[in-house]
């Protein structure tokens, strides 16, 4: 199996399960587990702050310990075996330790996964988008499959399907991986790599880009939590719920087929407003026009709020970092703009959708309308 071909298997198995989990587990725990909406919002949200702890210290430590391959492996298995344990506890207390527990393993295959296309980029003739538009593809047909499921076999079917997911993250990553992934990522010695920290976390370019990237995937909150619920609310069926979350992600797969022959070229900056535009705008029509067909048609936003961003961070360390550098790189965004900043605009997210459901939508907007400013403010002193 060639290194293009194993990224994007790899890339596909994650991505199916991402697409169970990400917009369907805070419906289940509500449906299945019969928790309120707050209290599904509690423990995901706390999830998601130990999710954003462990991708930015653990993973860190595990890639200069380990290798990549031997750290995916372990993530593969170990996801798998906390996520067993949902099966037989139904109470609060017992659903808050596993999700902290799965919290603190399964995310990690994220920037795993991300760490592992960034350094191909960068040492071969790797294309990241085509790949990447395999995961984008594993994340429709889950919702696809989801929907078609939850619609005969009610939301149970959402654990099952995340659980055949896992064991087939388990088995792809057991095929034979890229040479350079069996590799360690630390420095030679202690110095170089206190050295090489220092360098990352004195660049202000970086921060500023990471915090930009912050402030975008943030935004999504409410509609990776809400998303599912906010559509039952309108009166739509499970199976048609599948297919308008897919709307998003046909549209991505579609820009990541196509994103180095377009945007390869173009400065980081650029991306990062034309995000931000699309985010803020994305989250007004949800709140301004509270219908289905409207949320639809915001859905082909997702192009610009979800992928321009994560492209153009993509794009940025991949440029300007050392392959060493990029799997702390990719933990910290993991942890920051994947986790922390999520979990907690999903809080935000929570209190704002009991007071009205629109309203949850419009508060991402304290995130997305930042992250533009920023952008503006230093695209010129940092130039990148």
């Known amino acids: 199996m060639n290194n293009q071909r194993w990224l994007s298997l790899n890339f596909y198995t994650f991505f199916f399960t991402w697409g169970i ?18 209290a599904a919002s509690m423990i995901m949200g706390t999830g998601m702050i130990v999710r954003a702890c462990s ?28 996520v067993l344990l949902y099966i037989p506890f139904d109470t609060y207390s017992s659903l808050f330790i596993i999700t902290v527990l799965f919290s603190a393993v399964y995310p990690n295959l994220l920037p795993a996964m ?32 989801v929907g078609a499921g939850t619609a005969v076999f009610q939301e149970a079917a959402i654990l099952w399907l995340m659980i055949i997911g896992l064991i087939a993250i388990v088995f792809s990553q057991f095929q034979a991986s890229p040479v350079v992934l069996h ?18 976390f004195a660049s202000e370019g970086f921060v500023i ?4 990237s912050i402030l975008l995937q943030g935004s999504h909150a409410s509609y990776y ?31 990541f087929t196509k994103v180095d022959q377009f945007f390869s070229k173009m400065k980081v900056s650029t991306m990062y407003s034309i995000a931000a535009l699309g985010s803020t705008l994305r989250w007004v029509m949800i709140y301004l026009f509270p219908n289905v067909v409207v949320f639809i048609f915001s859905q082909a936003l997702h192009v610009l709020s979800f992928g321009v961003a994560h492209y153009a961070f993509i ?25 922390l900043s999520i979990a907690l605009l999903t809080f935000l997210g929570g209190f704002l959708y009991e007071i009205s459901p629109k309203l949850s939508f419009l508060g991402m907007t304290l995130s997305s309308v930042p992250a533009l400013l920023l952008t503006l403010f230093t695209m010129r002193k940092y130039n990148y």
């Open 21 to 38: 989990f990400l917009p369907y587990w805070t419906g289940w725990l509500i449906a299945e587990k019969n928790l309120s909406v707050s």
């Open 55 to 82: 991708t930015l210290f653990l993973f860190p430590l595990f890639t200069r310990l380990y290798s990549l391959s031997i750290v995916m492996k372990c993530l593969a298995v170990g996801s798998l075996g906390v």
């Open 114 to 145: 991300e760490s592992s296309a960034s350094v191909l980029v960068s040492t071969g003739k790797i294309h990241y988008g085509r790949s990447r538009s395999w995961g984008s593809l594993g994340y429709t047909i889950a919702l696809l499959i």
């Open 183 to 200: 590799v360690k990522t630390k420095p030679i010695n202690q110095v170089d790599e206190k050295g090489s920290l220092n360098k990352l």
């Open 209 to 212: 880009v990471l915090l930009i």
């Open 225 to 255: 939590n809400y998303g599912f619920v906010y559509l039952q609310d309108l009166g739509v069926g499970s199976f048609y719920i599948g297919l308008i979350l897919n709307v998003a992600i046909v549209c991505e797969i579609v820009f």
């Open 315 to 339: 794009q940025y360390i991949s440029q300007k970092l050392k392959p060493n550098q990029i799997p702390t790189a990719q933990g910290m965004y993991a942890a920051f703009a994947m986790g």
